[in-house]
Antibody, heavy 126, light 107 residues
Framework: QLQLQESGSGLVKPSQTLSLTCAVS??????????WSWIRQPPGKGLEWIGY???????YYNPSLKSRLSMSLDMSTNQFSLQLSSVTAADTAVYYC??????????????????WGQGTKVTVSS | DIQMTQSPSSLSASVGDRVAITCRAS??????LNWYQQKPGKAPKLLIY???NLQGGVATRFSGSGSGTDFTLTISSLQPEDFATYYC?????????FGPGTKVDIK
């Protein structure tokens, strides 16, 4: 059974770079038909999709974060990663990694987030 | 970006009640609509995808309907383990956006 586990810096200073990794177990991230996403949730608030990366290395980012965002895949360790630069207090959140499974409800293919990690809390503070 | 709204923002219900949560998109998204359940301190769990398809392993008391801009998640007979926050999410266009959530608690 596929499992995802986030890890990384729990406390980041303002203006620095937030770095997180998601370890995938139970299947290979090189398997076709999936995307690998990051989603965050500020304290007491709703969910925000950050972006995803495909097996090919292709990425799609939320435009609101795109200028500060970088995602990568490491197939040798079966992990994918997130880097968010120039962080502020507004980036304080629980960060989740998730698998997106492709499906086609209508005329084109999209992804649904069907397996999630447990989440990791990141606080931006000096 | 597509804006998602949900109503009500919260509701109180009893075990055995039929509960309906509404989600509205700011533009037509066909049936590119998913529903998640989140319990405190836990990750969201996929319940429904493509507006009306039940995710494997999810109880059949959950159902989804709608198309275009208006969608509904229905719980036919609320169980103790269903008290949680429910989010809709559009997968029609990037950035995929979530609704603000509907908290279901015990009356």
């Amino acid at each position: 059974q596929l499992q995802l586990q986030e890890s990384g810096s729990g406390l980041v200073k303002p203006s620095q770079t937030l770095s997180l990794t998601c370890a995938v177990s139970g299947d290979s991230i090189s398997s076709g038909g999936y995307s690998w996403s990051w989603i965050r949730q500020p304290p007491g608030k709703g969910l925000e999709w950050i972006g995803y990366i495909y097996q090919s290395g292709g990425t799609y980012y939320n435009p609101s974060l795109k200028s500060r965002l970088s995602m990568s895949l490491d197939m040798s360790t079966n992990q994918f990663s997130l880097q968010l630069s120039s962080v502020t207090a507004a980036d304080t959140a629980v960060y989740y990694c998730a698998r997106g499974t492709q499906y086609r409800p209508s005329t084109r293919t999209t992804d649904v987030f069907d397996i999630w990690g447990q989440g990791t809390k990141v606080t931006v503070s000096s | 970006d597509i804006q998602m709204t949900q109503s009500p923002s919260s509701l109180s219900a009893s075990v055995g009640d039929r509960v309906a949560i509404t989600c509205r998109a700011s533009q037509s998204i066909s049936n590119y609509l998913n529903w998640y359940q989140q319990k405190p301190g836990k990750a969201p769990k996929l319940l429904i995808y493509a507006a009306s398809n039940l995710q494997g392993g999810v109880a059949t008391r959950f159902s989804g309907s709608g198309s275009g801009t208006d969608f509904t998640l229905t719980i036919s007979s609320l169980q103790p383990e269903d008290f949680a926050t429910y989010y809709c999410q559009e997968s029609y266009s990037i950035p995929f956006t979530f609704g603000p959530g509907t908290k279901v608690d015990i009356k």
